[in-house]
């Protein structure tokens, strides 16, 4: 049992997660949290001990708390998404056969103009993925005292539960709880993932297994298309590694005002998204948000951050954003590849020459993942931290002055 109260409520006691529980206590259980969730260290001195995930009773309220709603300039604007036709569907299966040429010159179209498609034929298991949503929706609905040990503001840590997006750096909260922890190599983190549900161990690792078959496939062929040897982006990759999060997007009574995620690109090389039924990622492409609906065995593919260094910015880092629904929750499941931390990483010298000069410096993977999670997500873009300066500058404006959250960025000089 846990103990609630606030200034203006009487203490409460109940076992938070509790299904059946009456929509009249369910407001209470929000109201009493609602109180530490939004109320945050201006001077990010410590982190605060008692803050909670939104699925622990801020779910349950009935009116968005002030602390999520976004300013007007900042808000969705969702009358003017549109739908998912663009996006490049791609079948994995055609790899195999005489259709690969045909394939890679698909998959070099998608990365050079959207960033984005989706793959149907992959090798992921149908009961796999099915097993994986279930746990993953299992974690977020069972009882919170299973998950709260698990809750950190601290992105180093190789397992933890958390909300929004950087909670001691935003002004304004994301509608959205995540699991995150790191997969590859399984041996090393499979201990500290969680033992509830009882499932979920078995069920993660079988899935993340899979996922990275999928992946290594799929980086051969993003090589091919960008003219490297086929081993090339594995090469880059140094001893590789994999992160997986379960974000959970509970109902959320006015998705006009605030997100599950901002617009943002994705740190790492390569992300490949499983997402229930529910629709809520959206890609921006030529200045227009277009929502990807989701298709049932299928998963979106995006190219992060260190491919768009590793091409020389050939391929493009990939704008997205996660929108919240007023009638259902939404889970998605993506899995972030990416190099080990010691590996350096620089644009192939094969795609530098006089008509795509230089774009990127040297960094290691460490260096690049610690200044993504040292800022929040909406405002400049990490890449820029890590472009050349001066020579190539409007090849470097290109990227810098993204329309983030449907307004156009400052740009910064590094
Ligand atoms: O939930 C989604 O569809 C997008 C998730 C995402 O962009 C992320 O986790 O970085």
Known sequence: MLKLSNANTMPLELEIGIPEASPALEQKVGEAKIETICSKDRDNSHVRSDRRPISDGINCLQIIPDCYIRPPSERPRLTEVVSSDFIPLVDLDNLNGSARHSVIRNIKHACQQYGFFQIVNHGVQETVI?????VAREFFTMPAKYRQHLYSEDPSRVVRLSTSFNIQKEDVFNWRDFLRHHCYPLEDYIDYWPTKPSAYREVASKYCTEVRAM???LL?????????????????LGKHGQHMAINYYPRCPNPELTYGLPSHTDPNALTVLLQDQVSGLQVLNNGTWIAVQPITNSYVVNIGDQLQVLSNGIYKSAIHRAIVNS??????IPTFYCPSPDAVIEPASSLINPDNPVRYGKFTYEEYYQKFWSKTLDRKACLDYFAVNDANKSAKDETTCLDFNGFTLQHVTV
Do not use: Q
């Open 215 to 217: 992946t290594l496939r």
């Open 327 to 332: 009638s259902v929750s939404r889970i998605s």
């Open 130 to 134: 099915k097993r994986m949503l279930e």
């Open 220 to 236: 051969d062929a993003i090589s091919e298309s960008l003219g490297l040897e086929p081993d090339f982006l594995n090469k880059a």
